[in-house]
């Protein structure tokens, strides 16, 4: 039996779409996501058939309803002012609520106005953007794929990527000195050769060390993956904007880095995982999206269509759908013509601390006998690399002694997250660290 032979026929039509489109974006695909589907001619279609055609009883659906309403507890609807139960209750589709999907993808157009012309599918609506991580690690990755990223990372991804799907991870030198080394990165990807597949992560804002390239250095990073890609060697490039918009800097890039390498390859498929998370304040409410770019790929391209129904097969097969009533909520404050400003005013209050950061380690010099910050110019964190002591030792004493809490990560750095500190209380924070680095030494 040949592979494709034991795909559901579902599978095999959407396979066919991508390979019409660009048959490397299918050559992409993980054994999982060349085997997925969505089950559309299952329950689900039946249950909308019926929605349309079964105007005397709908017996299709798992919910209850009363009077065309979802039944619901009054007291479970007390805490829910100016949502119908329909509005609050019901399931969303697997793929997430229309007008949620149609109003990101307005988002993503109005921060990112250079990718005006170019051709990327509907956002779907994911559990959070650790979920979006997730799908798109099931799409593109078998046991054994090559993942490059850089050592500064967020450590979820070791759990997702190599603990979860048994990937090999690859790291590079994040940075060089005072800047982000792309000649580093330039260099690893140098290493693979046409015919190869691999999965590259890039997340900007840095979780954990805050920093953004500067728009030379996104453009080293965008041409390093352009130029590998025309070598012949089958990149996934992940880009995770979970702290987009947070730029404390004017010279670093205000665009997401998926403009510049989106559809410019027929061997770069370029994946967008982005969220309401950080970005709205919602940290709880698990709302995320993936999107996906591939040169060949037109608007409306029946890849993208078939990307699409493949990530809603693995939400139907996981989660089976997210969370209606966060969808309703976060798709009405993009259209309620007030996010805009009001994300701005929050960005500012984070801005200013991070300009407080770097104030006091300005003005205390001294405090460069025990630790140095690792370059920051946005997002949540900045981190600092501890010289004299170890950082989970430092960790212990400054929990210990100061009740302060950072996070160490490995033997050397600390992270900070200055966006759950107060302004005020910035300069003494680090007085404190130093304290606690004296008491050490
Ligand atoms: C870099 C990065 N990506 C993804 C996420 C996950 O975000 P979510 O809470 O939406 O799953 C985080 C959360 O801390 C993060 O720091």
Redesign the pocket.
């Given at each position: 039996m040949t592979e494709s032979t034991m795909f559901n026929e579902l599978a095999i039509a959407l396979n066919d779409q991508i390979q019409a489109v660009n048959p490397v974006a299918y050559e992409m695909l993980s054994a999982l996501g060349k085997r997925i589907y969505f089950p559309s001619k299952g329950i689900l279609s039946q249950s909308a058939e019926a929605r349309t055609l079964a105007k005397k009883f709908n017996a299709t659906i798992g919910t209850a309803l009363s009077n065309h309403q979802a039944m619901c507890l009054p007291c479970v609807m007390d805490s829910l002012p100016g949502f119908s139960p329909n509005d609050a209750l019901l399931y969303a589709p697997s793929y997430g609520q229309k007008p949620l999907r149609e109003a990101w993808k307005a988002k993503i157009l109005h921060d990112n106005p250079s990718l005006a012309d170019v051709p990327f599918s509907l956002p779907v609506v994911t559990n959070?953007?650790?979920?979006?991580?997730s799908l798109a690690g099931d799409l593109f990755l078998d046991p054994g794929d090559s993942i490059l990223i850089p050592n500064m990372v967020?450590d979820?991804y070791l759990l997702n990527y190599s603990e979860r799907l048994q990937a090999n991870l690859n790291f590079f030198p994040f940075f060089l000195q005072s800047h982000l080394n792309t000649e580093a990165f330039a260099e690893a990807l140098s290493g693979y050769s046409a015919g190869q597949k691999v999965f590259v992560i890039l997340?900007f804002p840095?979780?954990p060390t805050g920093y953004t390239p500067l728009e030379t250095e996104a453009q080293a990073l965008a041409d390093a993956l352009l130029k590998t890609a025309e070598r012949g060697v089958k990149v996934v490039a992940l880009i995770?904007d979970?702290?987009y918009g947070l730029f404390f800097d004017p010279a670093c890039q205000q665009e997401s880095l998926f403009c510049k390498i989106a559809g410019k390859s027929r061997n770069l498929m370029a994946i967008k995982?982005d969220?309401a998370?950080?970005e709205c304040y919602v940290?709880g409410l698990?709302v995320?999206f993936l999107s996906f770019a591939i040169g060949g790929a037109e608007a409306d391209s029946p890849l993208f269509t078939a990307l699409e129904a493949k990530t809603a097969g693995l939400i139907r097969a996981t989660v089976s759908n997210c969370s209606a009533l966060s969808q309703k909520i976060i798709a009405k404050a993009l259209t309620s013509g007030k996010f805009y400003e009001q994300r701005a005013e929050n960005v500012a209050i984070m801005h200013e601390r991070c300009n407080a950061v770097m104030e006091t380690l300005a003005a205390h010099p001294e405090y460069g006998e025990f630790f140095v910050a690792y370059p920051f110019n946005s997002g949540?964190f900045m981190c600092l690399k501890i010289l004299k002591t170890t950082a989970p030792k430092l960790r212990r004493v400054l929990l210990d002694r100061y009740a302060t809490g950072g996070i160490a990560m490995g033997e050397t750095d600390l992270r900070l997250a200055f966006s759950c500190v107060e302004k005020e209380q910035i300069p003494e924070l680090f007085e404190t660290i130093y304290l606690a680095c004296k008491d050490l030494s």
């Open positions: 959070g953007l650790s979920q979006a991580l967020w979820n997340n840095n979780n995770d979970a702290y995982a969220a998370t950080k940290w698990r995320g949540y």
